[in-house]
Nanobody, 128 residues
Framework: QVQLVESGGGSVQTGGSLRLSCAASGWTAGSYCMGWFRQAPGKEREGVAHLHRVTDKQFYADSVKGRFTISQDVAKNTVYLEMTSLKPEDTAMYYC?????????????????????WGQGTQVIVSS
């Protein structure tokens, strides 16, 4: 059974940094897409960044390009989201998401329906 366990959220001031982690387990072949979504109060869940576990091909939403970096530690089955130059508009619940085995990453901007498994979320608050 696939499990995603997030950690690393918290509260920071504008301009600060945080690193989110998502520890994953449960796949057989290990060829899947993994990434992060976020959802602010009253807004839809939006894709932030994702990568393919084998090719490491990455996607970033325009709103985070140049500020967020997604990376992975294959040995630890963990994906990270390094967030820098944080803004109040980055405040949201951040969710780790992953696809089933052998399913590629979305070709276009990710939708929640592109992903099959979800973590419980970790809160990020950026104060001005």
């Amino acid at each position: 059974q696939v499990q995603l366990v997030e950690s690393g959220g918290g509260s920071v001031q504008t301009g600060g940094s945080l690193r989110l982690s998502c520890a994953a387990s449960g796949w057989t072949a290990g060829s899947y897409c993994m990434g992060w979504f976020r959802q602010a109060p009253g807004k839809e869940r939006e894709g932030v960044a994702h990568l393919h576990r084998v090719t490491d091909k990455q996607f970033y939403a325009d709103s985070v390009k140049g500020r967020f970096t997604i990376s992975q530690d294959v040995a630890k089955n963990t994906v990270y989201l390094e967030m820098t130059s944080l803004k109040p508009e980055d405040t949201a619940m951040y969710y780790c998401a992953a696809t089933r085995d052998y399913k590629g990453c979305p070709a276009a901007s990710p939708e929640t329906t592109d992903f099959d498994y979800w973590g419980q979320g970790t809160q990020v608050i950026v104060s001005s």
